[in-house]
């Protein structure tokens, strides 16, 4: 059996689209919370009451809920997307490499 060829992709700069923080929530690890929650500067509590998505309770792992179709630290100014947590975004948020191959780029660059 041969095994799948690895798909291509064409790495790009960020148009700050926003269009990957509406259509995917960000798994957030037990460190990702913390340290979020320190530098928003909050308890766990608040994190939970605010940030927390209550429908995903299956690990240690969350879901940073969408508020309004977004995420709920995705803000726009002078319409570009900003995160208003990234110097301590999730590690998931932080391993996301916009691309050519991404269809949430392609459409962020109809936009």
Same mark, same amino acid.
């Given at each position: 059996? =041969?095994s799948? =060829?690895? =798909?291509?992709?064409?790495?790009?700069?960020?148009?700050?689209? /926003?269009?990957?923080?509406?259509?995917?929530?960000?798994?957030?690890?037990?460190?990702?919370?913390?340290?979020?929650?320190?530098?928003?500067?909050?308890?766990?509590?608040?994190?939970?009451?605010?940030?927390?998505?209550?429908?995903?309770?299956?690990?240690?792992?969350?879901?940073?809920?969408?508020?309004? /179709?977004?995420?709920?630290?995705?803000?726009?100014?002078?319409?570009?997307?900003?995160c208003?947590?990234?110097?301590?975004?999730?590690?998931?948020?932080?391993?996301?490499?916009? /691309?050519?191959d991404k269809?949430?780029? =392609?459409? /962020?660059?109809?936009?």
């Open positions: 059996m =041969k799948a =060829k690895p =798909k291509e992709t064409t790495a790009i700069e960020c148009r700050r689209c /926003g269009v990957c923080c509406t259509r995917h929530q960000a798994f957030v690890t037990p460190e990702d919370a913390d340290r979020i929650i320190a530098y928003v500067g909050m308890t766990p509590a608040e994190w939970d009451e605010k940030y927390d998505d209550p429908r995903w309770k299956y690990s240690e792992w969350r879901l940073i809920r969408h508020i309004n /179709g977004a995420c709920a630290f995705l803000t726009f100014n002078e319409g570009l997307a900003t208003r947590i990234h110097a301590v975004k999730p590690a998931c948020c932080a391993k996301w490499q916009a /691309g050519l269809t949430e780029c =392609k459409e /962020g660059m109809l936009t």
